[in-house]
């Protein structure tokens, strides 16, 4: 089975994605047998910066929500679904045209109301498309997996379970034995079913008092799921107070630095660009220090194998 290494930040924009493209490029660099999933349905960027888009291998829709679908044959035109207000989130409207119900699909919570109040039994519930999962490869030589949710579907935490599920099978299919998985912000339905079943985590923070907050948070969530993990200052230097306060942070719950990315201006030239900055500027201060970090994080998993 492959090692599972997840990346979150509980605050979005601290450069999570950022960087677990950098970390991927460096370990399949020195040999290691990645993969990269991306995990973050309702944005995900990850592809982009291994110029994958365009290199698709499979791509299958996934029914992860359920909505209410209208049947026209049973349909008597009483006109009490709407006239006795059978849908609490107004997703039924009623089309003067026709005489019948139609259902506004981006607002419909598919709860079911219709399908039991309906006397013609006119209605019913039934899976629908959820979102997509892409199967790509990218420029440097490894698989990308992503998922992306579709307008109005509200089951995202189930679809990173689906694509989870796909990229373990890729992963046993391909040997692929590293799995380093791009995590949601925040500490949501998402954010708990990318970080089941992980062997580590790599939590991204930056200096400023929302992140090390937001931080906090999805630390109380990978502590509840009893998974190892450590800590990556990015913008080190942009606050030093805000830095003091999260090393007093991670010196009181004893938790592992694993390295610090000062600013550098060099990234969003590179972010610009689509290309991680370990390829972007192979020799810039961002890139010592990642390649240090790289270098950590290939122990910690060797220390897993054994």
């Given at each position: 089975?492959?090692?599972?290494?997840?990346?979150?930040?509980?605050?979005?924009?601290?450069?999570?994605?950022?960087?677990?493209?950098?970390?991927?490029?460096?370990?399949?660099?020195?040999?290691?047998?990645?993969?990269?999933?991306?995990?973050?349905?309702?944005?995900?960027?990850?592809?982009?910066?291994?110029?994958?888009?365009?290199?698709?291998?499979?791509?299958?829709?996934?029914?992860?929500?359920?909505?209410?679908?209208?049947?026209?044959?049973?349909?008597?035109?009483?006109?009490?679904?709407?006239?006795?207000?059978?849908?609490?989130?107004?997703?039924?409207?009623?089309?003067?045209?026709?005489?019948?119900?139609?259902?506004?699909?981006?607002?419909?919570?598919?709860?079911?109301?219709?399908?039991?109040?309906?006397?013609?039994?006119?209605?019913?519930?039934?899976?629908?498309?959820?979102?997509?999962?892409?199967?790509?490869?990218?420029?440097?030589?490894?698989?990308?997996?992503?998922?992306?949710?579709?307008?109005?579907?509200?089951?995202?935490?189930?679809?990173v379970t689906e694509l989870r599920k796909y990229a373990d099978e890729v992963a046993k299919n391909e040997s692929k034995d590293i799995m380093i998985i791009d995590g949601p912000p925040g500490?949501?339905?998402?954010?708990?079913?990318?970080?089941?079943?992980?062997?580590?985590?790599?939590?991204?923070?930056?200096?400023?008092?929302?992140?090390?907050?937001?931080?906090?948070?999805?630390?109380?969530?990978?502590?509840?799921?009893?998974?190892?993990?450590?800590?990556?200052?990015?913008?080190?230097?942009?606050?030093?107070?805000?830095?003091?306060?999260?090393?007093?942070?991670?010196?009181?719950?004893?938790?592992?630095?694993?390295?610090?990315?000062?600013?550098?201006?060099?990234?969003?030239?590179?972010?610009?660009?689509?290309?991680?900055?370990?390829?972007?500027?192979?020799?810039?201060?961002?890139?010592?220090?990642?390649?240090?970090?790289?270098?950590?994080?290939?122990?910690?998993?060797?220390?897993?194998?054994?």
């Open positions: 089975m492959a090692y599972h290494l997840g990346i979150v930040s509980g605050k979005g924009g601290v450069g999570k994605t950022s960087i677990t493209a950098s970390i991927a490029c460096l370990l399949a660099e020195e040999g290691l047998p990645v993969i990269a999933v991306d995990t973050d349905v309702d944005a995900p960027n990850l592809a982009i910066l291994f110029q994958a888009k365009n290199n698709q291998v499979q791509e299958f829709h996934v029914k992860t929500t359920e909505k209410a679908a209208f049947i026209p044959e049973k349909c008597v035109h009483c006109k009490l679904c709407i006239d006795d207000a059978f849908c609490h989130f107004d997703a039924l409207k009623w089309d003067e045209d026709n005489l019948i119900p139609k259902i506004d699909s981006i607002v419909c919570e598919g709860c079911g109301a219709c399908k039991i109040f309906c006397p013609e039994s006119a209605f019913e519930v039934e899976p629908v498309n959820s979102g997509t999962i892409n199967h790509l490869k990218s420029i440097y030589n490894f698989d990308v997996i992503t998922g992306e949710t579709i307008l109005g579907a509200q089951t995202s935490g189930k679809l500490i949501g339905c998402p954010v708990i079913a990318m970080l089941t079943g992980l062997d580590y985590v790599i939590v991204i923070i930056e200096p400023t008092t929302a992140a090390l907050h937001d931080a906090d948070r999805v630390i109380s969530v990978i502590n509840n799921f009893n998974i190892p993990f450590g800590i990556i200052i990015n913008k080190s230097d942009m606050y030093l107070e805000g830095n003091k306060r999260i090393k007093e942070y991670l010196n009181k719950n004893k938790i592992e630095l694993l390295g610090e990315i000062p600013l550098d201006s060099e990234w969003p030239y590179a972010i610009a660009k689509g290309i991680p900055i370990i390829k972007d500027h192979p020799n810039g201060i961002s890139a010592q220090n990642l390649k240090k970090i790289s270098k950590k994080i290939n122990v910690i998993i060797k220390e897993k194998e054994k």
